[in-house]
């Protein structure tokens, strides 16, 4: 997905080159092996993922040990990514300057030490403050991750790197649950943070034996366009993750943050157009097919919320699973995703990788129109069929996006130029972060407003004095009476599970309605591939290549 220039690519997978004498300086050149700087990458973005993902599902226990309210905890994750937003971009053009290696090595010594700190932190501003530090050098790992892969490989290996980073983050952001359910139940909700302390010093062994130094940059960019750009990209996120539970244009933090960050980007413009920045070139950009192509990481990512957000919402709110029962409905599907990206890479070589994207795209689509039709009565066996469909599907899908996107930076000439490399990566990443982030949004809003039109037709039809309802209470009632001390309490008793009955009924028509948008959205996208121009080459082509 990302690219970078073309100073890494001599670097070959299979060469081990041995140190040369010591220079004049007295200082060694270490000797550097691209295997395992690959495995160091990709530790690095997997490390990332689950750091995430522990922490957005084991919110609430780490609310509950700390003795932190809902509203104040609630803003520990979104800290997380939107220092995570403020980096990601930003690092692409920072490896232009310095090279994966020099970000690399002291991000993964801060985030290790950080996160190590962050069970112990003092108090609430201490902990929080340790999460942004953490999320401002973990945003480095994702953006770095494929620059280095697709260099370090020989061209006709690089589809099994895609594949093997597909592999890598849709493994851990399937287990992620199941994972934090066993930390809980066997260990504590410290190993939340603990897990990335423990991965941190292997990532940096790999990276500082694995990729090699590069001279620095002879570049002299503006730093303040960046600066302002990143700030503002990370306020709106911020405002897209809380609009939610602060009710949108009603707060006026979300207001002020929508406002801040607006002005930051448009200074961000006007500085561009004053004083352009060398490791900038947007006009790259102008091509249809980058365009489209970019787009189709948002609607994996939008597609992707039926696993990650409608299912285990569904089995939390109406089945009242705990994380554990949730993470084990859920994480079996991540071993056969695991061996379905390394049989869709080996696809795209015989066909190509359009074709695999659209496959798995409408794989997707198929999965959710089913899963429309759920009711109150579906668990987490009940997913179990379709949850392989998606499974499948996802994993066609971005190893399908990636591939098309590595060979439109190819052919449109990415690895010509240092600037046109991280402009390209830098589009990419932007529409992963914040394109994610919106998508989370929407749906969070479509979920809430669609629950509450549900409730309110179902609220007409549970009236007192209607005979269905009266004939409903009088049921329920004689359910609870032999546990209930009289008649009275068991009215009581049936009055609250009835509300509970039309509250389910509810969240499971608007999960449903969830299903369907996920579903028509990637309908949408499916058209909008019809405006592709045709690839130039392919995977078998770079396998050809010398």
Known sequence: MAL????????????????????????????????????GVFLGAGIATLNSRLLSVGLPDLRGAAGFGFDEASWIPTALNMATMF?????????????????LIPAAAVFGVASLLLPVAPGYWGRLALVVVAGLVSGTFYSLTMTFVLTALPKRLIIF????????IVFVSNVASALEGWYIEH????????????????????????????????LRPSWRGF????????????????????????????????????????????????????????????????????????????????TIVLIPGFLGNVQKYRPLQTGHALAWVA??????????????????????????????????????????????????????????GFAGTYVGLVGSIVLEGLEGGALT???????????????????????????????????????????????????????????????????????????????????????????TLATADGFILVGWVVVAYLMLMLLLRPGKISYMDLRKMQ
């Open 4 to 39: 970078a220039s073309e100073e890494d690519s001599h670097v070959t997978a299979t060469e081990t080159k041995a140190a040369p004498p010591p220079s004049p300086s007295g200082q060694f050149k270490i000797a550097t092996n691209s295997y395992v700087g690959i495995l």
């Open 87 to 103: 980096s990601g971009v930003f690092v692409c053009f920072l490896s232009v300057l310095f090279g994966p290696r020099r970000i």
């Open 335 to 392: 071993v056969p995703m695991f061996v379905v990206v390394w049989l869709v890479a080996v696809m795209i070589i015989y066909t190509n990788s359009r074709l695999t994207l659209t496959l798995g795209l409408t794989f997707a689509a198929v999965g959710c129109w089913i899963c429309s039709h759920l009711d109150t009565s579906w668990a987490g066996t009940s997913f179990e069929t379709v949850e392989l469909l998606l499974a499948t």
């Open 187 to 218: 260990l504590s909700w410290h190993w939340i943070f603990w897990t990335a302390a423990l991965v941190s010093p292997l990532m940096m062994i790999c990276v500082y034996f694995g990729i090699p130094q590069r001279p620095l940059a002879n």
């Open 417 to 507: 130029s240092a600037a046109n490399a991280a402009t390209f990566s830098g589009l990419m990443h932007f529409i992963r972060i914040f394109g994610g982030q919106v998508g989370v949004a929407v749906m969070t809003r479509v979920v809430s407003v669609r629950e509450q039109f549900h409730s309110n037709l179902l609220g007409l039809h549970v009236q007192v004095g209607d005979w269905l309802t009266d004939e409903r209470l009088r049921l329920l009632s004689g359910g609870v009476l032999p546990g209930s001390t009289g008649l009275e309490e068991a009215q009581y008793r049936a009055v609250g599970i009835l509300g509970q009955q039309v509250r389910a009924q509810a969240y």
């Open 227 to 306: 600066a302002y750009f990143s700030v503002g990209l990370a306020l709106l996120y911020g405002a897209l993750d809380q609009g939610e539970r602060l009710d949108w244009l009603n707060s006026g933090v979300i207001v002020a943050m929508f406002a801040v960050g607006f002005f930051l980007l448009g200074a961000a413009l006007v500085r561009r157009i004053l004083q352009p920045n060398p490791t900038l070139n947007l006009s790259f950009l102008n091509r249809r097919n980058t365009i489209i192509l970019a787009l189709s990481i948002f609607v994996f990512k939008f597609s992707h919320l039926a």
């Open 161 to 168: 790197g895609i594949a093997a980073y597909a592999a890598d």
